[in-house]
């Protein structure tokens, strides 16, 4: 069994920081590519930022230069360093990370979202 723990959301004002955490914990062999996904009401879930198990980045085109999403190996920890937050940035927060198992093949694993909402 694997869990995903997310923190760090909360609400913050235009302009403000937040930074978002997302550990990995279980019977885990490997974790390869971890990334961030978004969900605002009303809309579909979407990408934010990933990063593979090398390290190669990839963001959004509407969050690029304001967002960082980096990684602890040896703590299977993905983080997201959100700056000049803006309120379109409000919505659900979603871990994401495909991770192998001592017993099981690579599987892609959720946490259950951090809520994050930028006051104007």
């Known amino acids: 069994q694997v869990q995903l723990v997310e923190s760090g959301g909360g609400l913050v004002q235009v302009g403000g920081s937040l930074r978002l955490s997302c550990a990995a914990s279980?019977?885990?062999?490997?974790?390869?590519?971890m990334g961030w996904y978004r969900q605002a009401p009303g809309k579909q879930r979407e990408l934010v930022a990933t990063?593979?198990?090398?390290?190669?980045?990839n963001y959004a085109d509407s969050v690029k230069g304001r967002f960082t999403i980096s990684r602890d190996y040896a703590k299977n920890t993905v983080y997201l360093q959100m700056n000049s937050l803006k309120p379109e940035d409000t919505a659900i927060y979603y871990c994401?990370?495909?991770?192998?198992?001592?017993?099981?093949?690579?599987?892609?694993?959720w946490g259950q979202g951090t809520q994050v909402t930028v006051s104007s």
């Open positions: 279980g019977s885990i062999f490997r974790v390869n590519g």
């Open positions: 994401n990370a495909a991770i192998m198992l001592y017993t099981t093949a690579q599987a892609n694993y």
């Open positions: 990063i593979t198990s090398g390290g190669s980045t």
